[in-house]
């Protein structure tokens, strides 16, 4: 008999970045989770599946078990790993299932490019001050509750914003890293790291243009289970946020230096189109560039992630890699009911997407092992 063995970890961090310092020990946890399933009778392969956070999680690993710890130690991470990350054993293959490209590029793309003060925010306790051309809250901007429409001179502007404040925030992180290894900071090992306004102005979330589409023809799994492989793929999400979360105590992200430098910081020069992959070990894109075995890239067309997953895809080395869209799923898989035109109500469009999630993925796995 054949059969599936699924094993769900929770790792040190467990959603708490603010103790996620180095968040490259997460593969400590993977390596216990393989050698677990090893060590099961009849455990014959080893898949791993990184859903959201958890692509550059398990990419991370699976790019360090076959490229040695010598690969999350180059110069040019923000943060490097420790020899404790050497011999980690492989798995058989990689499923990205939406996966984020990068906590980093995450944090990057929901950060507000129009806070001008980071570094007295941060050091002096400063109130923000804000650069009104750079606000995505202005209507002369193109904002609306509803769906905005930004111009595309705004969202260059913003989007090169975004990139510019998180390399002052970096450079701020590093500057405390070095002085706390020089002993010259208040606290030799650590320092907390909050900064405001890390949540709620992601474009994409208020302009359906943006992150809307795959930069060509991809597969893309119907509801009714056939596969098209014709044609660009529309993300068919619904976008509006009010000013709320961002401008709140919910969008301030707590850090500290260390887990912000080895969690959420990537460096770049533009939030969408330049972006400096390997500078962060947790970067799907930059770790699927040294992993081998079976690679399966999976996106939902219910969320924004079509062309990031379009971008691992591309940069995946594997020689056994495939991309495939779900229509209509969620970031969590499940029927995305709010992804239908304005004022219709909901009519089960996309009520396949689980089964056609999980089929494809077993299949995927069946022809290969």
Same mark, same amino acid.
């Given at each position: 008999?054949?059969?599936?063995?699924?094993?769900?970890?929770?790792?040190?961090?467990?959603? =708490?970045?603010?103790?996620?310092?180095?968040?490259?020990?997460?593969?400590?946890?993977?390596?216990?989770?393989?050698?677990?399933?090893?060590?099961?009778?009849?455990?014959?392969? &080893?898949?791993?599946?990184? %859903?959201?956070?958890?692509?550059?999680?398990?990419?991370?690993?699976?790019? &360090?078990?076959?490229?040695?710890?010598?690969?999350?130690?180059?110069?040019?991470?923000?943060?490097?790993?420790?020899?404790?990350?050497?011999?980690?054993?492989?798995? @058989?293959?990689?499923?990205?299932?939406?996966?984020?490209? #990068?906590?980093?590029?995450?944090?990057?793309?929901?950060?507000?490019?129009?806070?001008?003060? !980071?570094? !007295?925010?941060?050091?002096?306790?400063?109130?923000?001050?804000?650069?009104?051309?750079?606000?995505?809250?202005?209507?002369? %901007?193109?904002?609306?509750?509803?769906?905005?429409?930004?111009?595309?001179?705004?969202?260059?502007?913003?989007?090169?914003?975004?990139?510019?404040?998180?390399?002052?925030?970096?450079?701020?992180?590093?500057?405390? *890293?070095?002085?706390?290894? =020089?002993?010259? %900071?208040?606290?030799?090992?650590? !320092?907390?790291?909050?900064?405001?306004?890390?949540?709620? +102005?992601?474009?994409?979330?208020?302009?359906? #243009?943006?992150?809307?589409?795959?930069?060509?023809?991809?597969?893309?799994?119907? !509801?009714?289970?056939?596969?098209? @492989?014709?044609?660009?793929?529309?993300?068919?999400?619904? &976008?509006?946020?009010?000013?709320?979360?961002?401008?709140?105590? @919910?969008?301030?992200?707590?850090?500290?230096?260390?887990?912000?430098? #080895?969690?959420?910081? *990537?460096?770049?020069?533009?939030?969408?189109? @330049?972006?400096?992959?390997?500078?962060?070990?947790?970067?799907?894109?930059?770790?699927?560039?040294?992993?081998?075995?079976?690679?399966?890239?999976?996106?939902?067309?219910?969320?924004?992630?079509?062309?990031?997953?379009?971008?691992?895809?591309?940069?995946?080395? #594997?020689?056994?890699?495939?991309? &495939?869209?779900?229509?209509?799923?969620?970031?969590?898989?499940?029927?995305? +009911?709010?992804?239908?035109?304005?004022?219709?109500?909901?009519?089960?469009?996309?009520?396949?997407?689980?089964?056609?999630?999980?089929?494809?993925?077993?299949?995927?796995?069946?022809?290969?092992?």
């Amino acid at each position: 008999m054949r059969g599936f063995v699924a094993l769900g970890m929770n790792t040190r961090c467990d959603n =708490n970045e603010a103790m996620c310092a180095p968040w490259d020990d997460n593969a400590l946890d993977v390596k216990q989770g393989i050698e677990y399933l090893r060590a099961l009778p009849g455990i014959r392969h &080893v898949v791993l599946f990184g %859903h959201s956070g958890g692509g550059p999680a398990m990419s991370f690993y699976q790019a &360090v078990a076959e490229a040695g710890a010598d690969f999350c130690q180059q110069a040019e991470k923000l943060y490097q790993c420790s020899d404790e990350l050497a011999n980690l054993p492989k798995a @058989d293959a990689l499923i990205l299932w939406d996966a984020h490209p #990068s906590n980093g590029l995450g944090v990057m793309r929901s950060l507000n490019a129009a806070i001008m003060n !980071d570094e !007295d925010i941060i050091n002096h306790n400063a109130p923000p001050r804000f650069d009104p051309a750079l606000d995505p809250f202005d209507p002369a %901007h193109g904002y609306d509750p509803e769906g905005s429409d930004y111009t595309e001179e705004f969202k260059e502007r913003f989007f090169i914003g975004q990139a510019a404040r998180m390399n002052r925030l970096i450079d701020i992180a590093l500057e405390k *890293m070095q002085a706390m290894e =020089n002993g010259t %900071h208040i606290y030799l090992d650590n !320092d907390a790291f909050i900064v405001p306004a890390t949540a709620g +102005t992601r474009l994409a979330n208020h302009d359906a #243009s943006i992150d809307h589409t795959t930069s060509r023809a991809q597969q893309l799994l119907k !509801d009714d289970g056939s596969i098209e @492989d014709c044609c660009k793929v529309n993300s068919v999400r619904r &976008v509006g946020q009010t000013p709320q979360v961002s401008r709140s105590f @919910d969008g301030v992200g707590f850090s500290t230096v260390k887990s912000f430098l #080895s969690v959420n910081a *990537m460096r770049g020069g533009h939030s969408m189109t @330049d972006i400096d992959w390997c500078s962060s070990n947790n970067s799907t894109p930059c770790n699927v560039d040294v992993i081998s075995v079976p690679l399966l890239v999976m996106a939902m067309s219910g969320h924004y992630f079509l062309r990031d997953g379009e971008i691992i895809f591309d940069a995946a080395n #594997s020689q056994d890699k495939e991309y &495939v869209i779900i229509e209509g799923a969620t970031h969590g898989g499940t029927p995305c +009911t709010r992804c239908v035109p304005g004022g219709q109500a909901y009519d089960g469009r996309y009520d396949n997407s689980v089964k056609n999630n999980f089929d494809y993925v077993a299949n995927w796995i069946k022809a290969r092992f």
